[in-house]
């Protein structure tokens, strides 16, 4: 089985609200951290938050004061709450898994397992 789990996508309007979850399916998520990324059409790959091994958040500015990431350890689960998503947040988006990540930039560079791709739409 893959390690990790990813779903919640779709399609929604502007303005609207959705929640995606990470499922650590084999993992011991105390040893990692788990960020999410997205890439849209035409565009490079970006970092948008993460969740430390410490349980600190973090956030790119581009979704801080709209998104929250959680977790919840009896499920083995990540969350991202998406409130107030534009247009511009039409994107594949990805889960993530950082052995020991706790800082911004190690959740960025340091992944060693993906999630698969789910499409998130928003329509104008």
């Known amino acids: 089985e893959a390690p990790l789990v990813a779903s919640g996508g779709g399609l929604v309007q502007a303005g609207g609200s959705l929640r995606l979850s990470c499922a650590a399916v084999?993992?011991?998520?105390?040893?990692?951290?788990i960020g999410w990324f997205r890439q849209a059409p035409g565009k490079e790959r970006e970092g948008i938050s993460c969740?430390?091994?410490?349980?600190?958040?973090l956030y790119a500015d581009s979704v801080k004061g709209r998104f929250t990431i959680s977790s919840d350890a009896a499920k083995k689960t990540v969350y991202l709450q998406m409130n107030r998503l534009e247009p511009e947040d039409t994107a594949t988006y990805y889960c993530?898994?950082?052995?020991?990540?706790?800082?911004?930039?190690?959740?960025?560079?340091?992944?060693?397992?993906w999630g698969k791709g789910i499409l998130v739409t928003v329509s104008s």
């Open positions: 969740i430390t091994v410490e349980g600190s958040t």
């Open positions: 993530a898994a950082i052995w020991s990540g706790d800082t911004w930039y190690e959740c960025l560079v340091g992944v060693d397992y």
């Open positions: 084999d993992l011991t998520l105390d040893n990692y951290a």
